[in-house]
């Protein structure tokens, strides 16, 4: 028997990521080169320079909308498309808010009259009526009787009963409630029946922001049986792809999401340690010297009450420790007045940096404006007033790192998962070690080239077993 390495992939070095990992349909519907997301991130740390660098590079990115007022989106989707052009291929997060429901139905306004043809739906529990109004007005009939689809959803799910929603066709008593408000036509509430909520569901595992810190190996394997499943009984078409996201930060967990049946990955963390990104300077110096090990757990600021978690960067900053103790004191006291005189001093003073006193001011002036039912509420009940103050500190702790308040760095909130340190670690030693050139575009290109070069290493090993070891080229080009 011949014991020469069987020729394959990796002798040819012009092989590109695309040849190798995801699915092509992914490049054609969403009209880019790689199989690959940069994740939204909120405040518009996820900026217009982020989204316009990416997509003048052919990958797809997601503005990061969530936490801004609809007329700075607005304002955000016309700098970006004068950037980039009418084929240039990005999309806005549409991120749902328990506590702001209006602002859901607000972007979807928007975005339907700026036809920003594609969404990152993310913390959905289960669809809204702002969702399904976005997917199923962009649905209209082809000459040859298939079904448009205009408005593409790439929906961030780590929960099987919330993937379902999005393999299955919209709900159909929100369509019909839909059709009955004059909100989409009764085609569209036809065809809706014929096409799944989403176009792609990516299964997020432990990642930077918030996080139900599940893991790949569980929830990309049952994500794509429970779409087979699905697919089977509504008899669809329309194959909905998986993505994978959460903890992506090297080029071998790349390549690991694509052999555990990925069609594209979805990156968050190290896309924030870029230039482009809309984060101060300070915050990314501290970003590029972490390491593995440097995020912590934190309560997220945004579903405070309901102790959801979010990932941050813990090396640098004290905010970790510091709103913990908040969610601590929001658990066990019943409200504001309870608490102990030295703790109210010290959150005061080195957490807040003003009175409790002013905070409420502050925040129920907002709310007035916004909400005024939610302030209605808390002034009856002291621990929902304890919560709408210590939620202030969450998002005044966003701002000072988005700022860079270099004297308020102990309260930086930053979020970050283990990705950010793996990067690190990767790129030490090499020509994008420094953050101020890794270009979240070059970044992109470098994670999915060398992922594909290992892909297909792995593959060689496999298929020359016990033979002589392939020479790998493509990988060594790239060092
Ligand atoms: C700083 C930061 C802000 C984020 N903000 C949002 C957001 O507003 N909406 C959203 O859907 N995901 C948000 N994410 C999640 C990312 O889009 C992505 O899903 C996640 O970071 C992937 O995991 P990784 O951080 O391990 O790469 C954010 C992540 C980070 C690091």
Known sequence: MDASPIPCASDRPSSTASDVLGDVSFLADHGVRHPYVAGAMGKGIASEEWVVRLARAGILSFFGAGGL????????IRRIRAAVGPNGSFGVNLLHSPVLPAQEDELVDLLLAEQVDRIEASAFVRATPALVRYRVAGLASGPDGSTVIRNRVIAKVSRPEVARQFFAPPDGDIVRALLGSGRITAEQARLAQGVPLADDVCAEA????????????????????????????????????????????????????????????????????????????????????????????????????????VQVLKRGSLFAGRANRLYELYRTLPGLDAIPADDRREIEERYFGRTIDAIWQETADFYAGHAASELVEAEANPRKKMAMVFRWYFIHSSRLAIDGRADQRANFQI?????????????????????????????????????????????????????????????????
Request: proline content about 5%; charged content about 25%; glycine content about 8%.
């Open 206 to 309: 432990d990642s930077g922001g918030h996080t139900d810190r599940r893991v790949a190996y569980t929830l990309v394997p049952h994500f794509r049986r429970l779409r087979d499943e699905i697919a089977a009984r509504t008899r669809l078409r329309q194959r909905v792809r998986i993505g994978a996201a959460g903890g992506i930060g090297t080029p071998e967990a790349a390549a690991a999401a694509f052999m555990l049946g990925a069609d594209f990955i979805l990156t968050g963390s190290i896309n924030q340690c870029t230039p482009e990104a809309g984060i101060s300077e300070t915050a990314k110096d501290m970003l590029a010297q972490a390491d593995l090990a440097d995020v912590e757990i934190a309560p997220a600021g945004d579903m405070f009450e309901l102790g959801a978690k």
């Open 415 to 479: 979020h970050c998962g283990p990705a950010m340190g793996a990067a690190n670690r990767w790129l030490k030693g090499t020509a994008l070690e420094d953050w101020r050139r890794r270009h979240v575009d070059v970044l992109a290109d470098r994670l999915m080239q060398e992922a594909a070069a290992i892909f297909v290493e792995r593959l060689d090993a496999v298929v020359n077993r016990g033979r002589q070891p392939a020479p790998t080229p493509m990988r060594a080009s790239l060092r």
């Open 69 to 76: 007022p609809v007329a700075r989106v607005a304002s955000a």
